[in-house]
């Protein structure tokens, strides 16, 4: 059992994981934490359901329309959310809180309008193929699953830490005037941003989809908190810290049902950010914020 | 597909000597039980078009939304006795809901009946208060007798979701079950509303080899939870509580829901008249079979009307007295009777998905 | 003696801001703490305001040791600074900056505040009195209502400076008290020390600007990596060759002219 | 006569704005020091529980209950408030969100003092609590020409009215005095505040330890509103709902907490003909409001024109600096 | 090479600037004087494009490009190194410098690189430290030097001075006079208006939104009246 409830936790930990980096990435760039992530990446699970099993085309179209949906629905939030909140004065920073919980609030209710509020049957072959690996079963699904959120971590690291693209993220991140004054198009690169990070929680939905079987508009809130809290335990904005929070998270929640009471499941998550915050305040991976006082 | 279109009584007879009323119905209509609302609404409009129809009484109906809120269903609960002056209520939906609201109409002297509040206590809210939906504490006893009977079960898994009044309603008799009828539980898991990944708790279930499982889950849950369960290769039969019972289940899981049995008082296949042409004229006015609160909401409408007619006014109290005299009555769902605490009396059928429809478990 | 500074080190994870630096302030004089960009001089302050702590080294203020207090308490004691880089209470008025400064003087709690009590009330009256007296020193008095942030700069290096005599110290620390003013603005601004001093107010004064400093101060302090490099009084400075070298350079004026 | 005008379906409107209100000025109190919670909702089911049990159980009086709830709620504030003071921003709100969730698994898990996800019922409920009182007194109802609904709805009504009118003035003088200085300054730069004297420690804690109690105390007149209460009352939404009050309303000044509370309580109720849209209004009105007025409804400059146009009855200058009439 | 017509720019409803005329020859150092609150800061914001203004056009190099973006600007060379220097602090030095050549693509950048580390020996010293670790006179260094990244050709520099050591302000001045020697238009706002002046070829006083004066450098340090309010004596 033991095996099996490693590979059911590397499973949900990854999901976790590519969740968590939708959230880290826009808060890397806008220092916003995005509260209509969750329900993107719900509407791309349902755009798998839509694709798969309405239009009753292959699975890999499902991918694409739901990188294509969650992007722009991506480009609607930053241009209707985010945008008009930047840079003006007085704009206290709880104000794209406020404004993605709003956008949060408004895509699941039209999600509610036109799925249902009920799980939608998301069938696909891929999940039923598996292999027997000793006493254990293990499905493509995880397998994919694990190497998707494994490659997104890589590209995400690479693409900003070494990349001019990255590198012109993150000083838009800083400070939005010195930016543009150091010859960075903010505006492009924030769009972008959000769009890539949409598009990855599109991606996310999809694949809880395969793997769960477990559509409905309600599902943005569940992994929505779930990636809040690990991006808060690996420290926020950090990539490193979305992947190890995630996994972690996965699997500590999977090992609470398996040995411990599965009634504190949802609780392991917050429990774990109470007590990594009270022990390191800017989390796992966090950098002390290095202001200069004086 | 619902809201305030449902007052159209245009062709209603408009001759003196029909009793006219106004009902108050409160109902589940946004957020993430909608579906519940949907279906108890549409069973309420299509017997009240019946009614209509029919020209015994005339009955205005008067929809408004809880969106499943405490708060919510007690504001529109007061709008209703108050500003609207309904004579009678049906719903809330949810029980929690029906806690809220029960003790307010009874202090109102509104009569108010539940159509598909399961958990226990309802009807000892007050004089006023009334349901028409089978408690959990009389189906699970019912279905899980049988599992036993036929499958000579031993040894049961339970798993509940422990965030919901209903399920954990179910969860509490379900235990009490295996507890009178001497089971051995392996072992007691929960799960939380809306989630995704039971994989954890079902793996552990398969290892500890169970002869049944016991869960207590909402429909939406359940289905995913057997989805997941069949693929992971467990293959022993399900006992769920009603609120497990939908034909959404078979949307879901597919061949995964074979195997899941439910105590109910609905069974849409049955060799009856009533029945067939209820499920006709739902099917054709709402694209979809009606699942059981559809038909208790539908009955319970019924009921109320019958209430109404034999109370021969629009009175309060004559109503509340009317609707305690209901004796045998037969709708869809079969014969039932009212008990003094206003609690239904009825035996619910167990059914057993099996080749993915829904059949009478023997 | 006011402040002693005895043996102050400070690293910053490998940088070693401060080394080994020790000097003393005496009551009722200007001292002036000047050196190069990098040297450590704000962050001396902020060894002595307890924003952080020193590695080593003891600071005593009126002869006692300042350790293990929190920045709040040091300005309880009678030390209060000015910062480098403005850092007003943007949206309150300049008034309510003043009496923001004040609180430490004040004693009222919750419940004599929202009962509003005698004692609160004249509490209060005093309040008010003292910021404007305070305003009216620093040449403010007609911008009380003006909301900090639309002051122009060097109206806002005024109000910083006012904001810390409200908490009434006997030692102020002043950061760059110049920087980004006119040669007119800091003509006004010799005169606003000038006029502390008069209030029995011993001064502590960071300034690049270095005729401000030649004129005001009785007694300079030199640092260079963290290290003090010379102390004496501002002509002796002046000619010290190896605060030439380091800090102020060689009058360039005839060679540009 | 007075009977007809009045409809037990407004007064339970009113009384659930009233509590909304309580509601949006705990957060306000908490924000007012740049402390940003999500964790009221936790609060505030802290403060229903204790009440709940302690009435139920241990047939304590209802006055006792809630004061006892408040207290302990405050108290627990204050412990949570402690190590918040080391998150800054969205850690905070993070955490405190976490703290919410915890506490309603919590709730939910520990079945034998809270009866789980079931909840408690038949909590004495305030209004037939006065009703039964009132008629022990000999007064009934129909002495004013009321009916029994009515008089309770309009006794609820009265007594959160009073409730709610006290702790807006608690807060709005609070304010005005060298404690709320010290919140706004701490608020706009804390190291700044630290160095100019004051002890942020304490004033964070005060500030997030009376948010907290506020949350506890509503939550525990709100279980005796419902007489009924579960742990799905207390859940993300509701804190949520709870932030959005005060950020809408306008975070600035109590007042705009105050009008966030009560418009949106009451919108929902206006929105009840386009049922099915009306979430989506909201969303979309939340998303709206921050593009063009991000500081809230209400702010700190159209306070002051409004005070501007009341000449004569100068109203009290935020943060105690002004008048007299004050003093 | 710059030209402002008729330019006024608002905060809100406050106007900042106005009806500000202004010409920049290629290839001179043209400074900028005035009071703490003149407008001087609102100008430069105004011509890198971080302001919009509300009237007025402005021309470089012969083209209108009023309102357009200072990523869109400095990609035709022109740069502004803002006041209190716009250093990124969470990132390090080394980084710093390489945003500076954010928009170029030639193979010199880090030849240039090592060339300004040459130039400002104490980066190279911190080259991996986080910017908003620097002391502020290392920070005022860190953005000159990043601002010669950009290779630009009109630099825009606001107080350059403020916080520098009277050794590293005459080293300042030297390097603005170098920087405009090797060919760059430097356009310069300063409080320390005698030193200003005397790199400058052509001066401007703002007073108020206003420009109050102009000339050539040599006349306005003769002025008596701009001897009185911004001299000092
Ligand atoms: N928080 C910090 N972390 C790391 N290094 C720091 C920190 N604060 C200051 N330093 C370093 O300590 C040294 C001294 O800095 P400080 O700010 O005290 O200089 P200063 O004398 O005030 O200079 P300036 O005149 O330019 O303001 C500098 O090298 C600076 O980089
Ligand atoms: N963001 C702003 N909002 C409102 N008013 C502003 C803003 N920034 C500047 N001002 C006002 O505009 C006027 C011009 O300011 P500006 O910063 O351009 O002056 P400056 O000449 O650069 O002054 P300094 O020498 O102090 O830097 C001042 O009165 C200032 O108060
Ligand atoms: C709609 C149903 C799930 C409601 C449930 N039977 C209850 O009593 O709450
Ligand atoms: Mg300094
Ligand atoms: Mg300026």
Redesign the pocket.
């Known amino acids: 059992m033991l095996i099996e409830q490693l590979i059911n936790g590397l499973t949900l930990g990854s999901i976790y994981v590519i969740v968590a980096l939708g959230y880290t990435l826009v808060f890397g760039v806008l220092n916003v934490v995005n509260m209509g992530h969750g329900e993107i990446f719900m509407f791309g699970a349902f755009m798998g359901v839509v694709v798969t099993n309405i239009l009753g085309w292959p699975l890999y179209i499902a991918f694409v329309v739901a990188i294509v949906v969650t992007g722009i629905l991506g480009y609607f939030l930053e241009t209707f959310a985010l945008r008009p909140l930047r840079g003006k ?1 007085g704009v206290s920073h709880l104000a794209p809180l406020i404004s993605t919980i709003g956008v949060s609030i408004f895509l699941e209710n039209v999600a509610h309008h036109f799925f249902g509020s009920g799980n939608q049957p998301f069938r696909t072959s891929l999940s039923e193929l598996k292999f027997v690996l000793g006493s254990t079963t293990v499905y493509y699904v995880q397998i994919i699953i694990f190497v998707i959120a494994i490659l997104l971590m890589f590209g995400l690291t690479f693409w900003l830490s070494k990349t001019k693209a990255g590198k012109a993220l993150r000083a838009s991140a800083e400070n939005l005037a010195v930016a543009s004054l150091l010859g960075v198009n903010t505006k492009r690169t924030i769009t972008q941003t959000v769009i890539i990070a949409s598009a990855m929680g599109g991606i996310a939905g999809i694949l809880v989809g395969i793997a769960f079987n477990s559509v409905n508009p309600q599902m943005g809130l569940s992994f929505g908190l779930k990636g809040l809290a690990i991006i808060i335990l690996g420290g926020l904005g950090n990539v490193r810290g979305a992947m190890v929070g995630g996994l972690i998270l996965g699997m500590a929640e999977t090992f609470i049902v398996a040995y411990g009471d599965s009634g504190y499941r949802d609780a392991v998550a917050f429990i774990a950010i109470i007590v990594i915050l009270i022990v390191r305040p800017q989390g796992i991976f966090g950098t002390a914020t290095t202001g200069r006082k004086g | 597909a619902c809201g305030n279109s449902s007052t159209d009584d245009t062709e209603s007879a408009d001759s003196d000597d029909v009793v006219k009323a106004k009902v108050g119905v409160i109902s589940y209509l946004t957020g993430s039980g909608a579906s519940y609302g949907e279906a108890i609404t549409n069973g309420i409009n299509l017997a009240h078009k019946e009614i209509t129809e029919l020209g015994e009484v005339d009955i205005e109906l008067k929809i408004e939304d809880s969106a499943g809120k405490q708060e919510e269903a007690l504001s529109v609960a007061q709008k209703l006795m108050n500003s609207e002056n309904v004579d009678a209520i049906i719903g809330p939906t949810l029980s929690t809901e029906m806690q809220i609201v029960g003790p307010e109409a009874d202090l109102n002297g509104v009569p108010i009946l539940g159509t598909s509040n399961t958990a226990e206590g309802i009807p000892q809210l007050g004089e006023y208060v009334f349901r028409n939906s089978i408690p959990e504490t009389l189906a699970i006893p019912a279905s899980v007798q049988k599992a036993i009977d036929k499958y000579g079960a031993k040894k049961v898994a339970i798993l509940y979701g422990n965030d919901d009044v209903f399920t954990k309603a179910g969860y509490d008799t379900m235990k009490q079950v295996a507890e009178d009828l001497d089971l051995e539980v392996l072992t007691t898991e929960t799960f939380q509303l809306g989630q995704s990944d039971y994989k954890a708790q079902l793996t552990k279930i398969k290892s500890l080899n169970p002869d049944l499982v016991l869960a207590s889950a909402l429909y939406n849950e359940g289905a995913v939870i057997l989805d997941q369960a069949r693929k992971m290769g467990i293959d022993v039969p399900f006992v769920g509580g009603n609120g497990f019972n939908s034909p959404e289940v078979i949307k879901i899981a597919g061949d995964a829901a074979n195997g899941l049995i439910v105590a109910t008082p609905w069974f849409a296949k049955k060799d009856d008249e009533k029945v067939k042409k209820f499920v006709e004229d739902y099917e054709a006015a709402y694209g979809m079979e009606p699942d059981q609160f559809a038909a208790q909401a539908y009955d319970g409408f019924y009921v109320m009307a019958e209430a109404i007619k034999n109370a021969g006014e629009a009175d309060r109290d004559a109503i509340r007295d009317a609707l305690a005299e209901i004796k045998d009555f037969e709708g869809v769902l079969g014969n039932m009777s009212f008990d003094e605490e206003g609690d239904i009396i009825m035996e619910p059928t167990v059914l057993i998905i099996e080749d993915d429809e829904y059949v009478v478990f023997e | 003696m006011v402040l002693e500074i005895k043996k102050i080190s400070k690293n910053f994870g490998g940088i070693q801001a401060l080394t080994d630096v020790s000097f003393s302030v005496e009551e009722g004089e200007i001292l002036g703490l000047i050196g190069p960009n990098g040297a450590g001089k704000t962050t001396m302050f902020n060894m002595i305001t307890a924003m952080y702590p020193p590695s080593s080294g003891v600071i005593s203020f009126v002869g006692n040791p300042l350790s293990n207090l929190k920045p709040h308490q040091i300005t309880e004691k009678g030390i209060c600074r000015t910062f480098q880089n403005i850092r007003l209470f943007s949206d309150l008025t300049v008034r309510e900056n003043v009496m923001v400064g004040n609180h430490c003087r004040l004693k009222t709690n919750v419940m004599q505040s929202v009962l509003r009590t005698k004692a609160q009330k004249a509490e209060e009256a005093r309040v008010l009195a003292t910021s404007d007296e305070i305003l009216e020193v620093v040449g403010l008095a007609n911008d009380k209502e003006t909301i900090a ?6 109206a806002q290096r005024r109000l910083e400076i006012a904001r810390a005599l409200a908490s009434r110290p006997k030692l102020i620390l002043l950061d760059e008290p110049a920087a ?1 003013m ?1 040669e007119k603005e800091t003509n006004d601004l010799f005169n606003l020390i000038k006029k502390i001093q008069t209030l029995n107010i011993t001064v502590l004064l960071i300034e690049h600007d270095m005729p401000l400093v030649m004129r005001v101060c009785s007694r300079i302090i030199v640092l260079n990596f963290g290290k003090k490099i010379a102390e004496g009084t501002p002509s002796s400075i002046q000619n010290n060759k190896e605060v030439i070298e380091a800090y102020l350079g060689v009058e360039e004026e005839d060679e540009l002219a | 006569m007075l009977g007809e005008l009045i409809n037990p379906y407004y007064l339970q409107v009113s009384s659930f704005i009233l509590i909304n209100i309580i509601l949006a000025v705990s957060i306000y109190i908490t924000l007012g020091t740049g402390q940003l919670s999500l964790g009221h909702a936790g609060f505030m089911s802290i403060g229903a529980y204790t009440t709940a049990i302690l009435t139920l159980n241990y047939n304590m009086p209802l006055v006792l209950g809630v004061i006892i709830a408040a207290i302990v709620t405050g108290i627990v504030g204050t412990l949570i408030g402690i190590p918040a003071l080391r998150l800054q921003g969205v850690y905070l709100a993070i955490a405190t969100l976490g703290f919410g969730e915890v506490v309603r698994v919590l709730f939910i898990n520990w079945d034998g003092l809270t009866n789980g996800a079931i909840g408690l019922s038949g909590i004495p409920h305030l209004g037939r609590e006065i009703f039964n009182l009132s008629k022990s007194m000999g007064i009934e109802p129909d002495m004013f020409g009321l009916k029994n609904n009515q008089f309770i709805s309009l006794a609820v009504f009265f007594v959160l009215l009073i409730i709610t009118i006290s702790v807006i003035w608690f807060f709005v003088r609070q304010n005005n005095s060298r404690i709320g200085r010290a919140f706004s300054a701490i608020k706009m730069d804390e190291e700044a505040s630290e160095a100019m004297g004051i002890n942020i420690t304490y004033y964070k804690v005060l500030a997030f330890g009376q948010g907290a109690m506020l949350a506890g105390f509503a939550g525990a007149l709100y279980a005796h509103l419902m007489a009924y209460i579960s742990p799905s009352d207390f859940d993300y939404h509701r804190a949520v709902e709870i932030l959005i009050f005060s950020i809408f309303g306008g975070s600035e000044v109590i007042w705009g907490s105050i009008f966030g509370a009560v418009f949106l309580s009451a919108m929902p109720e206006f929105l009840r003909f386009i049922n099915e849209y009306r979430f989506m209004i909201y969303g979309a009105l939340l998303v709206l409001m921050m593009a063009f007025r991000p500081q809230g409804i209400i702010d700190v400059n159209m306070m002051n024109r409004f005070k501007r146009l009341m000449p004569k009855k100068r109203g009290e200058k935020k943060h105690g600096t002004g008048n007299k009439e004050d003093q | 090479m710059l030209k402002l017509d008729n330019i006024s720019t608002f ?2 409803k ?1 106007q ?2 106005k009806s500000i005329d202004i010409a920049v020859e290629e290839g001179t150092i043209v400074t900028i004087l ?12 105004t011509i890198a494009g971080l302001l919009k203004p509300k009237e007025g056009t402005i021309h470089y190099l012969g083209i209108d490009v009023t309102g357009r973006r200072p990523d869109q600007l400095l990609r035709n060379g022109l740069a502004l190194v803002p ?1 209190g220097r716009g250093i990124l602090a969470t990132m390090t030095v080394l980084e710093n410098l390489e945003m500076g050549a954010y928009h170029r693509s030639d193979s010199e950048v880090d030849a240039d690189i090592e060339k300004v580390m040459d130039r400002f020996p104490i980066l190279r010293e911190r080259k991996e430290q986080y910017g908003g670790t620097l002391s502020g006179g290392q920070q005022q260094m860190l953005a000159i030097a990043r601002v010669i990244m950009s290779r630009p050709k009109l630099l825009l520099l ?2 350059p001075s403020m916080g520098l050591a009277p050794i590293i302000v005459a080293d300042i001045f030297k390097i603005i006079k170098e920087i405009n020697e090797a060919g760059t238009t430097v356009l310069l ?1 300063e ?1 320390n208006a005698r030193q200003a002046l005397k790199v400058a070829d052509h001066g401007y006083v ?1 007073e108020n ?1 206003k420009v109050v004066a102009s000339g050539t450098a040599k006349e306005l340090l003769q002025d008596d009246t701009i001897k009185k309010a911004y001299l000092g004596h």
């Open positions: 004065e | 942030k639309n002051l122009s700069y060097g980004g006119n | 905060y809100g406050i900042a600037l005035g009071a703490n609150g003149a407008g001087k800061t609102t100008m430069m914001n006041e606001d107080e706002v409080q703002l939104g």
